[in-house]
């Protein structure tokens, strides 16, 4: 089933959905079509795996610059400091993981808080039921108050005005009423004798009969549209990705620099703790002071 339903009359949609307003749908044809189209909830994303969230927080600037620098560290010997670094990355990942896992259990705590409910009408009574378990077909009892369960087409209304601006941008709610409009192209902000999933009823009432659940809503393919999406970086992402750049900078500027102070003394480029025997004189320690190679003094700066 599908096609324009605000060009159809009201009766022609009841027609192909196979409901009587007065009656509703019966518990067996609920329950096939609960089986069939799932329940009426928007598609959520698959979670990653903890292993994998843990690598994307060695995604940034900061903690692929400490990789580096702790490589770095190992390569000139310098075991103790290339495992505080590594365990500086760890330290920094685990954290992260910490706040968004905070981050998500307030969200699911807060969507547990908000689950909709709808008032129907089912085998000849009206009853209140979770909203996720509407299907197509149903008969919804909307009010002042009430938050549109899922897209329908209004088959009575009286003095009924729903408040899309969420999926429209208007700012004033639309005025909605049973008629039929034209068999053409008509956007979602237009069709007057529609109501839209997850928009709140300003005024009035209306009975409508459910024509799209979950996915198969206007919502649903915004929501569709926007996971197809790339997640873009936050302002605070963003500033600290810079000052990260700028410090690997000032960092190989330091490098550069302590490599041509250190030749310009005589310093060995593989010294770094402790300087070569021919140094060992007090004379040539006076002349040679113990500056350690380039590569230490990058590492120290980062």
Known sequence: MGGRWYAQPPDAVTTAFGVDPAAGLTAGRVAERLGAD??????????????????????????????????????VGEWGTAIMLVLLT???????????????????????????????????????????????????????????PADGRIIAARALQ????????????????AGTLPDAEVGPGDQTNMAFMNTPVTHGSGTMIVTGTGARTELGKISGLLAGTAMEKSPLTKELNRLTLWIASAAGFTMIVMFVLGRQRGEAWMYCSSPPSRWRSRRSRRRYPRFPRPSCRSVASI
Not at 40 to 56: G, M, S
Not at 162 to 177: F, M, N, W, Y
Request: no cysteine; charged share 25%.
């Open 90 to 148: 760890i330290v920094n990942a685990v954290v992260g993981l910490r706040q968004q896992g905070k981050a998500e259990s307030a969200m699911n705590a807060l969507k547990s808080m908000m689950k909709a409910s709808a008032r129907v009408r089912r085998d000849g009574a009206e009853s209140q039921i979770p909203a996720e378990r509407l299907v197509a077909g149903d008969i919804v009892l909307i009010a002042a108050g009430d938050q549109v």
């Open 38 to 75: 799932g329940p009426n909830a928007l598609p959520e994303e698959k979670p990653k795996p903890a292993w994998l969230r843990f690598l994307d927080e060695y995604r940034t600037y900061m903690q692929i610059i400490l990789i580096v620098a702790a490589v770095v560290s190992l390569v």
């Open 162 to 177: 729903i408040d899309e601006s969420a999926l429209t941008g208007e700012s004033t709610p639309a005025a909605k009423d």
